[in-house]
């Protein structure tokens, strides 16, 4: 079943994605030594489907020329592979999202006087620990 990666920009051909499969590591015995279930997707920005100039502009300056993504949740190649299909068209999606601006805030004047409070209190903590002067002792 070939799909289409889809995302606001335009759509990329599920042909587009290079393939590398290789054994995954970790424990599972023969099944794990013996087969080749780690995926290995890329995807080359600049050759990949059709999408629009600016949306291949931003994704180019987010993750640069080429997408690479790794793959070896499951002990299926099959499975992992979609896994990588989806993980590889939410990238896209979020890659062309752009941020909300900041609006920057003022803290209110009850969290002001909180943090001095706790300044003032760690403060005499860190007081009580001082070590004492055994010369001023004779002053007393």
């Known amino acids: 079943?070939?799909?289409?990666?889809?995302f606001p920009g335009g759509t990329v051909p599920v042909a587009a994605v290079a393939w590398?499969?290789?054994p995954s590591g970790g424990p599972g015995g023969q099944h794990a030594n013996r087969?080749?279930?780690r995926v290995e997707a890329t995807l080359d920005l600049a050759e990949a489907g059709?999408?629009?100039?600016?949306?291949?502009?931003?994704?180019?300056?987010r993750f640069g020329p080429v997408l690479r993504l790794v793959v070896d949740d499951t002990r299926s190649q099959a499975r992992n592979r979609d896994?990588?299909?989806?993980r590889l068209e939410q990238r896209l999606r979020d890659g062309l999202a752009s941020a909300?601006?900041?609006?920057?805030?003022?803290?209110?004047?009850?969290?002001r006087r909180r943090?001095?409070?706790?300044k003032r209190r760690?403060?005499?903590?860190?007081?009580?620990?001082?070590?004492?002067?055994?010369s001023g002792l004779d002053a007393l």
């Not at 079943?1 to 889809?6: A, K, S, V």
């Open 115 to 118: 943090r001095l409070d706790w």
């Open 83 to 86: 896994i990588a299909l989806d």
């Open 100 to 111: 909300e601006p900041r609006r920057p805030t003022r803290p209110s004047r009850r969290a």
């Open 1 to 6: 079943m070939e799909r289409d990666l889809t």
């Open 35 to 37: 087969s080749s279930t």
């Open 50 to 61: 059709t999408m629009s100039t600016e949306a291949r502009r931003r994704l180019t300056e």
């Open 122 to 134: 760690r403060s005499e903590t860190k007081r009580g620990r001082r070590r004492i002067d055994p």
């Open 20 to 22: 590398r499969f290789s």
